[in-house]
């Protein structure tokens, strides 16, 4: 296990040294209309239905094509716990009467309990469901299939699993701290569900606060995380980067190279501030430089940022920016084709709250969809944009 350990280290080096001449060359597109923030047409395109909260008690649906919004009886708004299903024509959630997971259309149709006693429910591929226990396990279940088909995960010290396969991101204790890992388990299933004395676990980066966010792309082939960069000498730490990795592969690649310019935060305290479009090809965040060591308060205005897959190209979105991104910014929420995504936008000095605003990613136009997002969790979301039934 040391051999490989010094092996990784050896590769990261010598990916960082391979990653120089990319990081000369990666320039970043900068969008910003004169515009501003621009009142929605009579036909806002495209479609669908969004879900948000405009008060506390319940999920809100915004019907984009009619321009009407209510509320979702017997349901609650999410954290983190609301998953749109691989088609974006349903999502999961919590129902608060009977604490069960069901699934729903995104107009609040066609209800069906799918779990019960779970953590978290999530779509593994378009037909098998993964749950995670509140003990911390994990099965995969074809939905409306009995209980006795559940496929048990190996998934001792994992915290995500690979969306249609069987790698998973896991935690390993290493010199006083957490470090992320890349773990494959499938060598633990042949072996009865334990880690193989020789299993290989692939070093990512530390598990620190505000540096440790993390995504699978929709169909798993990319894992993309938050690691380190170089140190910033003007503040005296290293601020954060995106980096990524295919299943299979020992060695990571750098996506972003932010601290050629300065330190950066990406993304807040909680998961999910990283962002895949639909098809996997780009991946969206918020960025917020850092003018001091600490992440929590030495942050900047958070401005989107999105990053292309193919080109790694780096558009920088600046029509808008927030000061309300401690612990987290506003959640981003892809339109099902790919074109707009969707948050919640705190315009200062606008006495109407939050806005429900929608970002052209081609051109950079932010419209105005609807008014009075509630800080339902303690700040204002967008939880969804799925398709209409």
Known sequence: MRRWRLRAGWLWWWLMALAAPLAAQQGVVELCPAAGIVARSSDFQPGGIILTAFDSAALWVYDIDRNTRYPLPETVPCTTNCRLSPDAAWITYLEPRTLVFHKMRLTGTERTAIAGEAADVLWWNPTTLLVWTPDHRAYLQVEGTAAETRQFLPVAQSVSVQPGGYWAVGLDWQNELFQRVLVNLEPRLAAGGRPPADETRISLAPDTPYFNQQAWSPDGRWLAYVGRGAVDARIGSAGAEIFFIQPGSAIPEQGTFFSQTGAVRLGGLAPGSLSWSPD???????????????????????????????????????????????????????????????????????????????????????????????????????YAWGRRP
Do not use: K, Q
């Open 280 to 382: 996997g090809t780009r991946l969206a965040f918020w960025a917020m430089p850092l003018n001091g060591p600490d992440p929590a308060t030495n942050a900047g205005a958070a401005t989107l940022y999105l990053l292309d897959m193919a080109t790694r190209r780096l558009t920088r979105y600046c029509g808008y920016s927030t000061a309300e991104h401690t612990p987290n910014p506003p959640r981003l929420a892809w339109s099902p084709d790919g074109t707009h995504i969707a948050f919640a936008g705190n315009v200062a000095g606008d006495a109407r709250g939050a806005l429900l605003l929608a970002l052209n990613v081609a051109d950079g136009t932010l419209t105005e969809l609807s008014v009075g997002i509630a800080p339902a969790l303690g700040r204002p979301d967008v």
